[in-house]
């Protein structure tokens, strides 16, 4: 149980111990533990320029770090997939200075998306630090995964958690010559990386949107049990995707107004349609938690309805059969002396029975009660 109470505050709180000091600094990475073991990670490196672009995976690492970016390159991409390799993560943030707090937040996975400024002193290079989250469905599964983004005046480093993004379109744009990646900067890239995770959100919201009206069929229909264990499961995602979009928005919104040196003019101006972006996917995503709630709300009405339904009849049907019974025990004592002694008695008391229904059911119609 102490293991247990322990995994879930380093859950809730990160991996640092109460009480240590904050950030993590070079040489350190390795002492912060990983749930998975180390492994070497798939790092890929893209530098361009407006007439030149050379993309490559790095195979000596050693190499790579010694080496530094070609004269001609305007940009450098570096791109980190998975965070099980504390070496390469160490070594990179030594070689990019990269601030002992940003390191530790990229290693804690449950950062919550931010955007913090470093620099403006002799003693630490200017960076801007980048944490969003990239929301993707797999197998109709939702997954939320950290992306960390220093931003520095030509170089650009991304850590993603896993292989796998949605960034193949931003590639191939690096490779079209005369595109405005190319011509951009290096913030522009971000800003790029940044609107390709955003513009990612639109299809996800458009296949909950798919759920939502197949959701909307089955309520109406009233005759699937597991309807109700459906909605609460689209809660449940729903809720999920807010806490991941919602800070998204401050994020930008913080970035438009940041006067940093290493984001340009130029991007600032495109943060503004990336804002933009945002809150209309907030839009929808509230819209849709509205008519999730409001599908919860009719199927519990539709219970309720059928419920009272089959109370009604069940109702109907016993005030319809007591007069019944009653002329029936009465009629069924042992009399010394029966009341009715002629050959036609029992074929009367039938017809009388049904008389009587028939006219408490016409009353009740009249009434309105059927």
């Known amino acids: ?25 070079p040489g350190q990475v390795g002492a912060v533990k990983s749930p998975e073991p180390a492994t070497s990670v798939k790092v890929t490196v893209i530098d361009w320029s407006a007439d030149q672009v050379e993309m490559h995976g790095v195979l000596d690492f050693d190499a790579f770090i010694a080496s530094h970016r070609p004269a001609w390159s305007t940009v450098r991409w570096i791109n980190v997939d998975g965070l099980t390799d504390p070496r390469a993560i160490d070594a990179l943030a030594k070689k990019y200075e990269l601030h002992p707090l940003a390191v530790e937040d990229l290693l804690n996975t449950a950062t919550r998306p931010k955007a913090d400024a ?27 995964e950290q992306i960390s983004i220093f931003l520095g005046h030509k170089t650009v480093l991304t850590f993603q958690e896993s292989p796998g993004d949605v960034w193949d379109p931003i590639r191939q744009r690096i490779n079209s010559k005369g595109s405005r990646l190319r011509q951009g900067d290096a913030s522009f890239l971000v800003y790029t990386l940044m609107d390709a995770i955003v513009d990612h959100i639109f299809p996800v919201l458009e296949a909950y949107g798919d759920r939502l009206e197949d959701l909307e069929t089955r309520v109406v229909a009233g005759r699937d049990r597991r309807v109700l264990l459906d909605i609460h499961a689209l809660k449940r995602e729903l809720l999920l995707l807010r806490r991941a979009l919602w ?25 503004t349609d990336l804002y933009d972006h945002v809150v209309q996917a ?15 709300e009719t199927h519990l009405s539709a219970v309720n309805n059928r419920l009272n339904e089959v109370m009604k009849v069940l109702t109907i049907i016993s005030v319809v059969f007591i007069p019944m019974n009653f002329m029936a025990g009465v009629f069924g004592m042992n009399f010394e002396v029966f009341p009715w002694k002629w050959p036609h008695a029992f074929p009367a008391f039938v017809i009388a029975c049904l008389t009587l229904s028939g006219s408490m059911l016409f009353w009740f119609r009249r009434r309105g009660w059927l």
């Open 247 to 271: 800070p998204m928005r401050d994020v930008v919104h913080q970035l438009q107004g940041e006067r940093h040196e290493c984001l340009s003019e130029n991007t600032r101006t495109y943060m």
């Open 282 to 296: 907030m839009d929808i995503l509230e819209t849709y938690r509205e008519v999730v709630a409001g599908l919860s």
């Open 118 to 144: 470093y620099g403006g002193d002799p003693d630490v290079r200017s960076r801007l630090f980048v944490i969003t989250r990239m929301i993707e469905l797999k197998e109709t599964r939702l997954e939320s």
């Open 1 to 25: 149980m102490a293991k247990e109470r322990q995994l879930k505050l380093q859950t809730r709180f990160g991996k640092r111990k109460p009480g240590t000091s904050p950030g993590v600094l």
